[in-house]
């Protein structure tokens, strides 16, 4: 997914010479805690939250430009970034939001931790049995019951419970990716369980072969 696909279009902005108080009313009306600020043409110029406007209205600032931090100090993405960039950014530097912009560095989408947060809440809800059938397809020859024979003997050694593929088999369709993710103790544990189970049910495989 790249950084379009997830940006919102229908963003608000502000001009630097527009009053402070006309962008806050603004802001109010769309629910938005921070805004772009824009050039003639579109392009980013710099960056005003919330807590700018408030203070501006108290030192009894006029307008934008008084107040916005300069684009030298704004994050910011381009369209084909990667969207993972605008996750590990807003979360590194805690942005509310980013703006995102074209090749000509004209401003296009802005993408809010909103939006971020119901990607990952998507993500989060996709059926782990999802993830097991990917990788029948990607491990050519491997069958369905040879992966879950290898998944019931890793989450054996993993977690000391003895459990038989058909019931690994049964809890895996009744859980999410994100179930699964707590349930193991992080989202690298979840990945490393997974290539233990790919890397056994080819060796499993290669030893048949063998004999």
């Not at 963003?11 to 109010?28: C, G, L, P, Q, V």
């Not at 990607?119 to 020859?141: I, P």
């Not at 859980?175 to 699964?180: I, K, L, R």
Request: net charge neutral.
């Amino acid at each position: 997914m790249k950084a379009k696909d997830m940006m919102d279009k229908d963003f608000i902005y502000a001009k630097a010479d527009n009053s402070i108080k006309e962008i806050s009313i603004k802001m109010e009306d769309a629910k938005r805690f921070t805004t772009p600020v824009l050039d003639k043409d579109m392009k980013l110029i710099g960056w005003v939250t919330s807590l700018d406007i408030t203070k501006g209205l108290r030192d009894e600032k006029k307008i934008i430009s008084e107040i916005m931090s300069p684009k030298e100090d704004v994050k910011y993405i381009h369209e084909n970034d990667p969207s993972r960039l605008a996750v590990l950014e807003t979360s590194k530097s805690r942005l509310i939001s980013i703006p995102v912009l074209n090749n000509d560095d004209v401003v296009t989408g802005v993408i809010r931790s909103f939006e971020i947060v119901d990607t990952l809440s998507a993500l989060y809800d996709v059926k782990v049995e999802k993830l097991y059938l990917a990788m029948v397809k990607q491990l050519k020859g491997v069958t369905w019951e040879e992966l879950m024979e290898a998944s019931a003997i890793i989450y054996r050694r993993t977690t000391g419970e003895e459990i038989k593929p058909e019931e690994y088999e049964k809890r895996i369709k009744n859980s999410t990716f994100g179930e699964a993710i707590w349930s193991t103790g992080g989202l690298e544990r979840f990945f490393v369980g997974l290539i233990a189970v790919g890397e056994l049910v080819i060796a499993r495989r290669i030893g048949k072969v063998r004999k």
